[in-house]
């Protein structure tokens, strides 16, 4: 695992960003703009240097593993990758899902970040790992093999003390509170257009 993000004085985890999700362009028909989200979804994924064990390893990496598949996609067509749905739209159109089943992936991996976060938050006393443990089952164990599977249940146990966790993320625990809510409220409403669109899609990326 690489090093936890340098907080600035007097600042929080969400100002070492490169992208934050509230800063993610979303059009009035929904759609997301991709170069700011992979930023975004990079930056996310400093997120388990914070929490400090190796076992988050495969966590990251797969998580960055799509992001590549999907800005690879971008690159080599970047007139039809301008949002993520005109990508996906547009891949499946030239009957290849690499980049699309990437999102898929990406986005379920999102969805697992936010639901352990939004859990957490909600639940004031509950340890992380139990909060992680919960959204873990929720979103990315149904779609994991048996082999898989205890990898990432390594990882939903060797998570620090919810206290710990919450002063890594700055000192100002006001100002992380605040900071947190907006930074997730924004990832949750992506990881709800994402979720629909892609279900308009799920026969296409059975094989994803």
């Given at each position: 695992m690489a090093?936890?993000?340098?907080i600035p004085p007097g600042g929080t985890f969400?100002?070492?960003l490169k992208k934050n999700f509230k800063d993610v362009p979303v059009d009035a028909?929904?759609?997301?703009h991709t170069t700011e989200f992979l930023e975004a979804a990079e930056s996310l994924t400093t997120l388990f240097d914070v929490l400090g064990s190796v076992a988050f390893t495969p966590v990251k990496s797969d998580m960055l593993g799509n992001v590549k598949k999907i800005r690879d996609r971008q690159v080599t067509v970047p007139a039809e990758s301008e949002t993520l749905q005109a990508l996906v739209d547009n891949e499946l159109k030239a009957k290849k899902i690499t980049a699309s089943g990437?999102?898929?992936w990406l986005?379920?991996?999102l969805d697992f970040t936010a639901q352990s976060?939004?859990?957490n938050v909600t639940n004031s006393s509950e340890e992380l790992s139990a909060s992680f443990r919960a959204a873990?089952?929720?979103t990315l164990k149904p779609h994991h093999s048996f082999v898989v599977k205890p990898i990432f249940s390594a990882a939903m146990s060797a998570t620090p003390y919810r206290k710990d966790f919450y002063a890594k993320l700055g000192s100002d625990q006001a100002k992380v509170s605040e900071e947190l809510e907006t930074w997730l409220g924004a990832l949750e409403n992506i990881v709800k257009i994402l979720t629909g669109m892609l279900?308009?899609?799920?026969d296409a990326l059975k094989k994803a």
């Open positions: 090093a936890p993000p340098s969400f100002d070492t028909d929904n759609g997301i990437g999102l898929l986005t379920r991996g976060l939004r859990q873990y089952s929720n279900e308009t899609h799920k």
